[in-house]
């Protein structure tokens, strides 16, 4: 198209001298013409459609006619212009040939329509998919690596559950049990936040325990005074990350730190047993031989568990409680015990040699301490020491059973003397 301009423009410019000369223009010629050109005063282009074919002319006329302002009809049609090889170009297009041209144009557009929304369509497809593989691959990744946190929806989605549930349909949910530590944190402090406080079952030094329900339930809420902070935080470090389901270790429910009259107060909320401590329990209840055997034997065996590390993902280690006394054990329903307060716990790996003893300045029970504890000579550096320890005061907790075991029917009263701090409450 540009080339034919510039051939027009050579022409009229070549031509100019002669057209003020002559007054004739050069034009181009299609058909019978000398060098396919001709000279006149306008030059011009026409079709016309004879027997469904299109036959186009160009040439030059002496002056101007009618045809030249005439319209185009679906037969025949012409266009003049009056500049040298000013038809070079020129095209004239018929009523029926416009009509196929714009009917392809509206072709091109419907494609343009249809084919647009399609690719976009495509496109988002396959973004979704990659997310959706993206997804699915991180969480093949987490189970393989045995993780059995809940997502951030499965949280949400539990927790907006709980009107509905029980303590023991939380508890026994595989992704809550079988890692032995406790509930998710939002759904602790959703249970905590649930929870009426109906009665103080007993004080020390270091807190109160309440009796509480929640949705009808009853549970026990070890509520820590704030110089004891590092004592809550301690318990629920270990019951949060370390495997402690069992039978005669205290079960775990919730930790929450909360706000009551004004102050803050520090929650460990975990299963009521309405026989209190095995301290309580001995002061007004007379022993069989079979009672004490089931009492010591429970106490030795969550003991056990404690001081046994567990190899393999859902695993533990060991640990040693440090604090074991009668007041420190719960009595249940079965008259098996617990053993309760992990405050003043140490842990160890094997693995890692690691010795983990917290940071809690609180110290243990005078009357429960073995000799090399009270002389200061206990290794702090080694864990056989404190599992040595723990076994000296469960000796003297098996004393207390002992000595209110009817056996041939005698059997004696237990009596504590409250010497300064030396029987502290849990």
């Known amino acids: 198209m540009w080339q034919g301009a510039i051939v027009g423009l050579i022409w009229a410019i070549l031509s100019l001298p002669r057209i003020i000369k002559a007054g004739d ?3 181009d010629c299609k058909g019978q013409c000398e060098n396919n050109t ?7 282009v026409s079709k016309h459609r004879q027997d469904g074919e299109l036959f186009s002319r160009k040439g030059c006329l002496i ?64 973004l979704v998919i990659l997310l959706v593989r993206k997804v699915v691959r991180k969480q093949q990744r987490q189970m393989q690596f045995g993780s059995c946190e809940l997502g951030d929806m499965d949280i949400i989605l539990k927790t907006s559950l709980i009107g509905d549930s029980t303590l023991e349909d939380l508890l026994n949910d595989d992704c809550t049990t079988g890692s032995g530590s406790g509930l998710p944190f939002l759904v602790q402090r959703t249970v905590a936040r649930q929870i009426t406080l109906v009665e103080c079952v007993g004080k020390g030094r270091y807190g109160e325990v309440w009796r509480g329900t929640w949705h009808g339930e009853n549970v026990a809420v070890k509520i820590f005074s704030s110089r004891d902070e590092q004592s809550w935080f301690r318990e629920t470090e270990i019951y949060n990350t370390v495997l402690l389901r069992h039978d005669n270790i205290l079960g775990f429910i919730a930790s929450d730190m909360t706000s009551r009259n004004s102050s803050t107060q520090l929650w460990l909320i975990t299963h009521y047993h309405e026989h209190g401590s095995l301290y309580d329990y001995l002061q007004c209840t007379v022993l069989d031989v079979e009672t004490c055997l089931r009492l010591a034997s429970s106490i030795i065996c969550g003991l056990l568990h404690l001081h046994v590390e567990i190899f393999g993902t859902q695993g533990k280690p060991a640990i040693a409680h440090r604090d074991l006394k009668s007041r420190n054990i719960l009595v249940k329903n079965n008259k098996q015990c617990c053993i309760a307060d992990l405050g003043l716990a140490v842990m160890h ?3 890692s040699d690691y010795l983990d003893i917290g940071n809690n300045p609180r110290v243990g029970t005078k009357r429960y301490m073995a000799p090399e504890v009270l002389d200061e000579q206990i290794r702090m550096d080694c864990f056989e020491s404190f599992k040595r320890t723990d076994i000296w005061a469960y000796g003297l907790v098996l004393w207390e059973i002992t000595r209110r075991t009817i056996v041939n029917g005698k059997g004696e009263r237990m009596k504590h003397t409250q010497t300064g701090s030396s029987d502290a409450f849990i």
Do not use: H, W
């Open 38 to 44: 001709c000279s006149g005063n306008v030059c011009f």
């Open 63 to 126: 002056k101007e006619n009618e045809l030249c302002r005439g319209s185009t009809t679906d037969n025949y049609g012409m266009k003049c212009c009056q500049f040298s090889m000013c038809n070079l170009n020129l095209t004239i297009l018929l009523k029926g040939e416009e009509e196929t041209k714009e009917e392809s144009l509206s072709l091109r557009d419907l494609l343009l329509i249809i084919l647009v929304p399609l690719f976009a369509l495509l496109l988002l497809a396959v």
């Open 349 to 351: 790996s094997q693995s």
């Open 25 to 27: 223009l050069i034009c």
